[in-house]
T-cell receptor, first 113, second 111 residues
Framework: NAGVTQTPKFRILKIGQSMTLQCTQD?????MYWYRQDPGMGLKLIYY???????DKGEVPNGYNVSRSTTEDFPLRLELAAPSQTSVYFC????????????FGPGTRLTVL | DAKTTQPPSMDCAEGRAANLPCNHS???????VYWYRQIHSQGPQYIIH???NNETNEMASLIITEDRKSSTLILPHATLRDTAVYYC????????????FGDGTTLTVKP
């Protein structure tokens, strides 16, 4: 199993540009998450999904959109990039239930100039 | 979900036990304690979780006080590769929307 994969690894955007961060998991997990981590800080939840077709906001959803059309994929969309969105983005997945151990991808480092 | 408090940093000598505390005084009866760690800039890695009993796995032990208001993660024989940020999270396991990680404890294992 590849686990959780994220693309791209690095990206530089100009203010106002848009992009989609890709996330795929091959563990047949029901739950998927997007986090952002600013330098020296903990992870903050942006959006999450408990199954295909179901998404919900986390702590910091403004400026982002998500969709979950399949169990495997959970893309994160930035429509109008702003410098405040410069961060490292982590995708994670979990099976759910009593364990709900989260498996994380390697992250995407995004810089908005 | 209950709020957690962790010391910002700790040091530990290589080969010694590392004891990382977490305070969660407002924990409710159905909330679990989870521990993750993040090595350098990698994605966080799950370590262990528990409800009220002490737990042990191949990575660590989790000691939860009887009143469940605090817990300690124990790495029995710390190595240099255990240098990382350790996060303590408290939440109901079904509540996926409350999965935010705090600032954690930076553990530095020294030779």
């Amino acid at each position: 199993n590849a686990g959780v994969t994220q693309t791209p690894k690095f990206r530089i955007l100009k203010i106002g540009q848009s992009m989609t961060l890709q996330c795929t998991q091959d563990m047949n997990h029901n739950y998927m998450y997007w986090y952002r981590q600013d330098p020296g800080m903990g992870l903050k939840l942006i959006y999450y999904s408990v199954g295909a077709g179901i998404t919900d906001k986390g702590e910091v959803p403004n400026g982002y959109n998500v969709s979950r059309s399949t169990t495997e994929d959970f893309p994160l969309r930035l429509e109008l990039a702003a410098p405040s969105q410069t961060s490292v983005y982590f995708c994670a997945s979990s099976y759910g239930g009593v364990y709900n151990e989260q498996f994380f991808g390697p992250g995407t480092r995004l810089t908005v100039l | 979900d209950a709020k957690t408090t962790q010391p910002p940093s700790m040091d530990c000598a290589e080969g010694r036990a590392a004891n990382l505390p977490c305070n969660h005084s407002t924990i409710s009866g159905n909330e679990y304690v989870y521990w993750y760690r993040q090595i350098h800039s990698q994605g966080p890695q799950y370590i262990i979780h528990g409800l009220k009993n002490n737990e042990t796995n191949e990575m660590a032990s989790l000691i939860i006080t009887e009143d469940r208001k605090s817990s300690t993660l124990i790495l029995p024989h710390a190595t240099l590769r255990d240098t990382a940020v350790y996060y303590c999270i408290v939440r109901v396991f079904t509540n996926a929307g409350k999965s935010t990680f705090g600032d954690g404890t930076t553990l530095t294992v020294k030779p």
